[in-house]
């Protein structure tokens, strides 16, 4: 069965502390991982989509990256507005949709 | 840009009523996804069309719940005999087609009492 794990499911940093939020996934036929943003009481919010094993991608203090078995969310000098729950999504499998983690709560405190 | 729009942002109803909730999707995209979140879980797959065909439904859809999307355009998500169960935030999602990244609405927060 396709699966998405996250972890940690919370993750409470000071600010400027660097660290990184991973994503395992087994999904099968994946052609593409997603990761989003999500504030209290609003929708995800997109942040990035990788293809292939070996790609990343930057947006200001957050990098994400991907391997064949799982990518990571890499936070550099974070700061309190970065506090937000962070998901990710595999799609692909049998069918067309997005499968998504139970998320890692950040708390980044000034 | 006017994004997913979602309407009602809350709804509170009794146990065995029947609620309907609307999306309207981004103006270019084909795809529409309906979306179930409960508190410190991932959004969970329900539905989605292409156009107006809905060519997927999630196990977890019962009976009870029915979604249309007439002239592929916006779309609402119908419970009928409410239960507690089902309380939980109803997210909307679109996208421009296959592969392409989903786009949430804000979500109807549904409570029943």
């Known amino acids: 069965e396709d699966q998405v794990t996250q972890s940690p499911e919370a993750l409470r940093l000071q600010e400027g502390e660097s660290s990184s939020l991973n994503c395992s996934y087994t999904?099968?036929?994946?052609?593409?991982l997603f990761w989003y943003r999500q504030d209290p009481g609003k929708g995800p919010e997109f942040l990035f989509t990788?293809?292939?094993a070996g790609e990343e991608k930057e947006k200001e203090r957050l990098k994400a990256t991907l391997t064949k078995k799982e990518s990571f969310l890499h936070i550099t000098a974070p700061k309190p507005e970065d506090s937000a729950t962070y998901l990710c999504?595999?799609?692909?499998?049998?069918?067309?949709?997005?499968?998504f983690g139970t998320g890692t709560l950040l708390a980044v405190q000034p | 840009d006017t994004g997913v729009s979602q309407d009602p942002r809350h709804k509170i109803t009794k146990r065995g009523q029947n609620v309907t909730f609307r999306c309207d999707p981004i103006s270019e995209h084909n795809r529409l996804y309906w979306y179930r979140q409960t508190l410190g879980q991932g959004p969970e797959f329900l539905t989605y069309?292409?156009?107006?065909?809905?060519?997927?439904k999630s196990r977890l859809l019962s009976d009870r719940f029915s979604a249309e999307r007439p002239k592929g355009s916006f779309s609402t998500l119908e419970i009928q005999r409410t239960e507690q169960g089902d309380s939980a935030m109803y997210l909307c999602?679109?996208?421009?087609?296959?592969?392409?990244?989903?786009?949430f609405g804000n979500g109807t927060r549904l409570t029943v009492t």
């Open positions: 069309f292409q156009n107006e065909a809905q060519l997927e």
């Open positions: 999504a595999g799609y692909g499998g049998a069918t067309n949709k997005l499968i």
């Open positions: 999904v099968s036929g994946l052609r593409g």
């Open positions: 999602a679109s996208s421009l087609d296959d592969g392409s990244p989903l786009h």
């Open positions: 990788l293809y292939s």
